[in-house]
Nanobody, 126 residues
């Protein structure tokens, strides 16, 4: 399975931006749909965004549409997510995940993903 390592989290004020990155190793990166999920304290893990292997097809959760942008660089085995206009409700641990299925659209169920990073904390203060 592919190994994933996230970075880029931190503490920001409302309305500011952050860029998360996830580097993959140990697998054929271009064969995976790459996703971001997040989990806030006391809540279930939530789908945030997904990008197809060709970096053209993208999908977003309703709460982040128009504010977050997911992208990938297959040459660098990296998936990134630009997060703009951050809100306090965006506070969560953000996880990178890889789907071994190339069916689009991908599942939004975390249980269907076998490869996860360790997560990176994003805190948005008001």
């Amino acid at each position: 399975q592919v190994q994933l390592v996230e970075s880029g989290g931190g503490l920001v004020q409302v309305g500011n931006s952050l860029r998360l990155s996830c580097v993959a190793s140990g697998g054929a990166f271009s064969c995976y749909i790459m996703c971001w999920f997040r989990q806030a304290p006391g809540k279930e893990r939530e789908f945030v965004a997904a990008v197809y292997w060709n970096n053209i097809l993208r999908m977003y959760g309703d709460s982040v549409k128009g504010r977050f942008t997911i992208s990938r660089d297959n040459a660098k085995n990296t998936v990134s997510m630009q997060m703009n206009s951050l809100k306090p409700e965006d506070t969560a641990v953000y996880f990178c995940a890889a789907s071994g299925s190339l069916r689009w659209p991908p599942s939004k169920n975390p249980a269907d993903f076998g490869s996860w990073g360790q997560g990176t904390q994003v805190t948005v203060s008001s």
